[in-house]
């Protein structure tokens, strides 16, 4: 064993002493293992730091995520979104099987794709890899050297520093990963953040400063960025949490500490600026339930781009009292609504999509066994395609007048006749005692006795099941002639102004989160928001300041549909009621009202088809009869009008003089209405005219 030097034996040296540590004579005097690994290590680095290896590594990290995000080309998530839609469809096979075929075509379409994205890469491979193995075959040091030098030199460049900084080393973003946890913040690493994703502003890390939401690439980022925008705008946030990744962009519950929402509500312009969204962005909607809280929507997408068409609804298959689907939240939830007893008004700017509105409730009505559809447009076309489907069209003054104290009367008939049917406080709806839905669009362009008998109608209709659902291009005194608003029940909310969301929805609407006014109506070349709305007072549902898009639907279909509904038969008021109406007086409402109308002088009126059993009399009945004995004699069961015309003069010389026009106008004057089509006829596909089945009923 060594023995160590004499402390006391002077030593014969400018040295200086040994320290603390005692030298022996047989132990090396090197560095220790740890310290020599640890200089290895960082002379390996400066190396490696030279020679840009992070940034090849880097930079081939990039280039593989670039193949793999080229090999993909979206296909995974269009083929997730087609067999989402088939899912939400069950129950509607047309929809459903229209997105199992385009998620099949996509499949194809993925497999095809990933064969020629393969066969360009193996293409592009072959030179590098033929001329590295030249090299190598061959010996030749420059060329290895060339191709090591390039290969470095590629990945370098596609790895070196960018604009944009990684997500981690942005400010205030969070490590990657879905686990929230403290070290994620900054924070000690014994003490966690809340379950359930809640994210307080304690956890925030120093220094962190607000970032656009396109940043984020995680709940945990997203929450925390919602938090420094917040915080940046002065909103007394403290919490947000269920931070979800949507389709459209990210949703995620957020929870103030003084107030309410409304603060939110009031910096959405400068919020939508710190996240960098479009304008309408940021849709927050507070909670009913917890009124602290608030639903916060980010939206950079359409978040109505995958909710499911309308489904099928054959002639008399659902009853008015039934919920049916006509539009979807931009939560994805169904707006469901039943429209027996329900006053309704919907307001919406031109271009809002308020005809859509309609024609979606219209389409409900009219596939119902126990209800009858009335459309009322002083303007313009009503419920449009879905015409042949609505029992009575009135557009003249005179017309709706008539038709608007006709059912005046009618309610005030069953009102008394409730009791005599046992129904109780209200109007039992059947099958034989069916209800009325009366759709008003245009309504500020009516006349002011029509106003007036809509008004009336509003207070006494709903329970002898005679409703009425108003329509117009404001909410306000001024477009509405009273202030009614707010009295009906059922509010459907389009784009429009500000001081139309305040008069529908009440003052303090806009700070709770009702902001139908942000909407964009269309334009000839963008649809923009038309056929979105706010909605409240809707039966079974909470009066939540969402948004909702009313579901378009095409007009062919829509005009098929009406076909059918018209072929399966049209509905007649109950004869209990139009007997029970004749025995009431007419209304003392201040102004001069027109003559009370059957319901037969009704319908021919307005050009509709009278009801099974009503008849003609004097000339009209000849003129029908004249018609009918000619296409019996031809025995067809249909004419076009010109045809019509040739026979009546051979029948009788006094239609000698009669033209075309003026025997279209006799015959709609008598209740035969105006020529429809007649399908097939000899050569012509789909010619106009007068079937044998419709005039007869008139006898």
């Not at 409730?361 to 596939?367: C, D, L, P």
């Not at 005599?420 to 002011?448: A, C, N, Q, Y």
């Not at 639907?553 to 509904?565: G, H, I, M, V, Y």
């Not at 015959?667 to 006829?681: H, N, Q, Y």
């Amino acid at each position: 064993m060594a023995t160590p030097l004499p402390e006391e034996r002077p030593t014969l040296t400018l040295v200086p002493p040994p320290a603390a540590a005692p030298v022996f004579k047989d132990d090396s005097a090197a560095r220790k293992p740890i310290e020599s690994v640890r200089k290895v290590a960082e002379r390996t680095n400066r190396i490696a730091q030279i020679a840009l290896l992070p940034h090849t590594v880097r930079g081939y990290r990039e280039l593989g995520r670039r193949w793999l995000d080229r090999y993909h080309n979206h296909y995974p998530q269009l083929i997730a979104d087609a067999d989402q839609a088939v899912r939400d469809a069950a129950g509607d096979p047309a929809t459903a099987g229209t997105w199992k075929q385009k998620a099949d075509t996509y499949r194809e379409q993925y497999a095809e794709h990933r064969k020629r994205y393969l066969k360009k890469t193996a293409v592009a491979a072959v030179p590098v890899a033929g001329g590295v193995g030249l090299g190598v075959a061959t010996g030749s040091l420059w060329l290895d050297a060339l191709a090591v030098l390039g290969t470095l030199g590629l990945g370098a460049f596609h790895g070196r520093g960018r604009s944009e900084p990684a997500a981690d080393e942005r400010p205030g973003l969070p490590a990657e990963g879905r686990r929230l946890t403290a070290e994620a913040f900054g924070l000690p690493s014994e003490e966690t953040v809340r379950a359930q994703g809640s994210v307080t502003v304690d956890d925030l890390p120093q220094g962190a400063t607000p970032f656009p939401i396109r940043q984020a690439k995680t709940p945990p980022q997203a929450a925390v960025c919602v938090l420094l925008a917040m915080v940046a705008e002065g909103v007394p946030v403290v919490e947000v949490w269920d931070m979800e990744r949507q389709p459209w962009g990210w949703q995620c519950k957020v929870r103030v500490s003084e107030g309410t929402p409304e603060a939110i509500i009031a910096k959405t312009g400068a919020l939508e600026t710190r996240f960098d969204l479009p304008t309408n962005g940021v849709r927050p909607q507070p909670m009913v339930e917890r009124r602290a809280c608030a639903i916060l929507r980010l939206v950079d997408g359409n978040p109505f781009a995958t909710a499911p068409g309308l489904p099928y609804r054959a002639p008399k298959s659902i009853s008015i009292t039934d919920k049916s689907r006509l539009g979807t939240s931009v939560g994805g939830d169904p707006l469901e609504a039943a429209f027996a007893g329900v006053m309704g008004l919907v307001v919406a700017a031109s271009g809002g999509g308020k005809t859509g509105m309609l024609q979606a409730i219209g389409e409900i009505t009219t596939a119902c066994y126990d209800n009858i559809t009335i459309d009322l447009d002083p303007h313009g076309d009503g419920l449009e395609d879905l015409h042949d489907a609505v029992r009575i069209t009135a557009r003249s003054h005179q017309q709706i007048e008539a038709v608007l104290l006709f059912l005046l009367m009618l309610s005030k008939g069953r009102a008394r006749l409730r009791k005599k049917l046992g129904m109780g406080k209200k109007w039992k709806i059947s099958r034989e005692h069916p209800h009325i839905t009366v759709i008003f669009d245009e309504f500020p362009k009516g006349s002011e006795l029509a106003k007036r008998l809509a008004f009336e109608l509003l207070l006494v209709g709903r329970k002898e099941a005679v409703t009425l659902i108003i329509a117009s291009q404001g909410g306000t005194k001024l477009y509405l002639g009273e202030n009614i608003a707010q009295m009906i029940a059922l509010k459907a909310v389009g784009p429009c102004k500000v001081g139309d969301t305040r008069a529908v929805f009440g003052d303090g609407a806009v700070a709770e989160g009702w902001l139908p006014h942000k909407l964009s109506p269309a334009t000839d070349t963008d649809p923009k928001d038309a056929g979105h709305v706010y909605v409240q007072g809707v039966p079974g549902m909470a009066d939540e300041p969402i948004e909702y898009a009313i579901h378009p639907t095409p007009s062919d279909a829509l005009r098929k549909l009406a076909e059918e509904r018209r072929e399966d038969g049209l509905i007649n008021p109950d004869q209990d009621s139009l007997q029970a109406m004749v025995d009431v007086d007419l209304p003392d409402i201040g102004m001069p009202l027109p003559k009370l109308l059957t319901w037969e002088q009704l319908c021919r009126l307005c050009d509709a088809e009278p009801p099974e059993g009503a008849t003609v009399d004097g000339d009209a009945r000849t003129l029908i009869e004249d018609a009918v004995a000619v296409m019996e004699k031809a025995r067809v069961d249909r004419m076009k009008t010109e045809v019509l015309l040739l026979a009546l003069r051979d029948l009788d010389t006094a239609y000698t003089e009669w033209a075309v026009d003026e025997l279209k106008a006799r015959l709609k004057a008598v209740g035969a209405g105006s020529p429809e089509t007649l399908g097939r006829v000899g050569d012509e596909q789909n010619p106009r005219g007068y079937k044998l089945a419709r005039l007869t009923d008139l006898l």
